[in-house]
């Protein structure tokens, strides 16, 4: 992953970087080139920011194999001086969330694909379905000012990134007690100001009225319609009920899925989503199955990772902050992945373009038949995308049989070739004429291409 991000590329190339001039396929053909990186002890520290940005990147382009790859290779050689094998697995060591520098794996994860289904979705509020940049954020800034302290949206960013920020009452009090030149005030004065600036005063309007909702209605309520939803967030009910009624998500979030600040300690304590899973009905433990939760700062990805059960952390990046700085504070907290827009959430979970997932017959008319005819060739090539790895490959050339038979094995999807070439000449003709077919049967199976994404692998 450092050479793919840093020193070049470092995938298999089909012709070894070289054209060759010979006919047909041979083990040549297949070769891969490598980049080895080798890191002396001084260059560790910016090798593992390096490697953060590196995670940050792959993920970001959906890249699962590139990221874990990068995330062991993180550990360096800790890692296999501490690892206790059983069974021929290595236990790898639980993520330390207060270790900025390392982001680890264990195994018995609860994975995250497209054929996930969740028992469950959890929603932050601020950052996530709300836009608080101009009402929670300025409130802060606002009520520091009051009380003589400058702070701005990049001391907020920071001091969030930082973790056990989810009171922002707390976190105004902090940074202002923080702040050169600020009056000592109580956190009761702190609190007492913040509410006025973002409720509002007689005559004049609150901050909180300036929030907006960052997806759309239309993508909750398809959500809603196949998943149980639950809110889990730190502002006080009232203020999370106000919000929720402001946009009709009432019937969306009802109040008897709301985890408000009130119902027990704060995030990352896990207890926020404990009780958010005791309101749908579900039982935490090691086999719960897995239920997402999706939040925009550290706190709410490590009270998933803290709730000890099959909790994925989702990250997603709120309007007009930084990707990539965001994506890095989130994996390393333990997130599993991190969105842009919510509107991606719709590949995680399957959902087609106005919310109805994808169906089994949409799954299996994945097929395609083709059948070429030329001087040299008589080629028929049958193909099922989502099969399950069964092939039947008549090429006349042994090993390329034993190429597309191996395709179709790994990638579980059904092939059937066969080919009556002029192998008495060449192979050359048969070779290409097959890959033609075969590449053909591949596009028209495809068909729109729709819910597809990129794929990597280390």
Not at 296 to 315: K, S
Request: include cysteine; proline fraction near 5%; charge should be neutral.
């Amino acid at each position: 992953v450092l050479g793919d991000y840093g020193a070049g590329p470092n995938h298999t190339l089909p012709t070894g970087r070289t054209a060759r001039y010979t006919g047909g396929l041979s083990v040549h053909c297949f070769l891969r080139v490598r980049t080895w990186m080798q890191l002396t002890e001084p260059a560790s520290g910016p090798a593992q920011k390096m490697v953060r940005d590196c995670v940050a990147l792959a993920d970001l382009e959906g890249l699962e194999g590139h990221s874990k790859s990068a995330q062991k290779r993180l550990l360096g050689p800790k890692s296999s001086n501490g690892d206790k094998k059983c069974n021929g697995h290595v236990d790898t060591p639980k993520p330390n969330l207060n270790d900025n520098h390392t982001v680890e794996y264990s195994l018995g994860e609860a994975t995250l694909s497209k054929y996930t289904t969740p028992r469950a979705i959890l929603f932050d509020m601020d950052g996530v379905l709300a836009d608080v940049a101009t009402s929670y954020r300025n409130a802060i800034i606002d009520t520091a000012e009051a009380f003589g302290a400058v702070v701005t949206h990049e001391h907020i960013d920071a001091a969030k990134a930082k973790g056990n920020a989810n009171n922002d009452w707390v976190l105004t009090h902090r940074l202002i007690e923080n702040a050169k030149g600020a009056k000592h005030v109580t956190y009761e004065q702190v609190k007492e100001k913040f509410q006025e600036i973002y409720l509002g005063t007689p005559g004049k309007p609150g901050l909180r009225d300036n929030e907006t909702l960052i997806p759309s209605k239309e993508l909750l309520e398809a959500i809603a319609a196949k998943y149980p939803l639950a809110i889990v967030t730190g502002r006080p009910t009232q203020e999370a009920d106000y919000f929720l009624k402001m946009y009709g998500l009432d019937a969306i979030f009802p109040k008897d899925k709301r985890v408000c600040m009130e119902d027990c300690k704060a995030k990352p304590s896990p207890e926020p989503i404990l009780l958010a899973l005791k309101k749908l009905g579900l039982e935490a433990k090691p086999n719960l199955g897995t239920v997402y939760m999706i939040g925009d700062t550290v706190d709410d990805i490590r009270a998933a990772v803290n709730a000890a059960c099959d909790v994925v952390g989702l990250g997603f990046v709120p309007p007009a902050k930084s990707p990539l700085k965001v994506a890095r504070n989130l994996f390393s907290a333990g997130a599993y992945r991190v969105m842009e827009s919510l509107e991606e959430i719709r590949d995680v979970l399957n959902l087609g373009e106005n919310g109805a997932s994808a169906s089994s017959s949409s799954s299996s008319s994945r097929c395609a038949h083709v059948s070429r005819k030329t001087k040299e060739t008589t080629i028929s090539v049958s193909m099922d995308l989502d099969g399950s790895g069964k092939s039947d490959v008549q090429t006349g050339i042994g090993f390329y049989d034993h190429m597309l038979t191996a395709l179709s094995k790994h990638s579980r999807i059904d092939l059937n070739v066969k080919c009556e070439g002029d192998l008495h000449i060449d192979d050359h003709h048969t070779t290409e004429d097959v890959a033609l077919a075969v590449g053909t049967a591949f596009k028209n199976a495809l068909g729109d291409k729709k819910g597809i994404t990129r794929f990597g692998s280390a």
